[in-house]
T-cell receptor
Framework: GENVEQHPSTLSVQEGDSAVIKCTYS??????FPWYKQELGKGPQLIID?????GEKKDQRIAVTLNKTAKHFSLHITETQPEDSAVYFC???????????FGSGTQLTVLP | DGGITQSPKYLFRKEGQNVTLSCEQN?????MYWYRQDPGQGLRLIYY???????QKGDIAEGYSVSREKKESFPLTVTSAQKNPTAFYLC???????????FGDGTRLSIL
């Protein structure tokens, strides 16, 4: 089955700097890649997603890039703010009924 | 507002006891999922259901059971056979497997 690896497990950045989180996947049939943000005691919230027919997608300060050949995708957050501090999860889907396989998460801390 | 409601937020289980976690959605979604989240780990799939009266085991189904008698409801029972039930349990739903999953805010289960 699909295996998703996520790095780093923890990331600290200064406010205003950029943050990058990387994921690799194993199943070349995966075609949908969402990113979720989880705040303490809450469920994950979708922040951006990308499909395999697109190489990059942006939404204000957040962008995701996908390299299908290398089977990796990355989340980029620019101009980080303290409220960006949370755990971020990547996931991959082949479109099967079970849908998503998740990475192990990255704890992002934005230092004021 | 449409969304997913999980209850209770906190739950305590005694040894040898079965407990049931509630998940209700008013998004008119067909597919529903249960995940287990342990500290420092990603989300692991317990069970999922594509339609009413049908469900499949995920990666860690042992010691758990589910039912799907109504489209909007997908309760999870943690049985006494689950020897390490302490975790954060998340319910999710999606309209189709090509769409993002939406999550509830979770139930934290602890052993007394």
């Amino acid at each position: 089955g699909e295996n998703v690896e996520q790095h780093p497990s923890t990331l600290s950045v200064q406010e205003g700097d950029s943050a990058v989180i990387k994921c690799t996947y194993s199943d070349s049939a995966s075609n949908y890649f969402p990113w979720y943000k989880q705040e303490l005691g809450k469920g994950p919230q979708l922040i951006i997603d990308i499909r395999s027919n697109v190489g990059e997608k942006k939404d204000q300060r957040i962008a995701v890039t996908l390299n299908k050949t290398a089977k990796h995708f990355s989340l980029h957050i620019t101009e980080t703010q303290p409220e960006d501090s949370a755990v971020y999860f990547c996931a991959a889907s082949t479109g099967s009924a079970r849908q998503l396989t998740f990475g192990s998460g990255t704890q992002l801390t934005v230092l004021p | 507002d449409g969304g997913i409601t999980q209850s209770p937020k906190y739950l305590f289980r005694k040894e040898g006891q079965n407990v049931t976690l509630s998940c209700e959605q008013n998004l008119n979604h067909d597919a529903m999922y249960w995940y287990r989240q342990d500290p420092g780990q990603g989300l692991r799939l317990i069970y999922y259901s594509q339609i009413v009266n049908d469900f499949q085991k995920g990666d860690i189904a042992e010691g758990y059971s589910v039912s799907r008698e109504k489209k909007e409801s997908f309760p999870l029972t943690v049985t006494s056979a689950q020897k390490n039930p302490t975790a954060f349990y998340l319910c999710a739903s999606t309209l189709t497997v090509t769409q993002p999953q939406h999550f509830g805010d979770g139930t934290r289960l602890s052993i007394l």
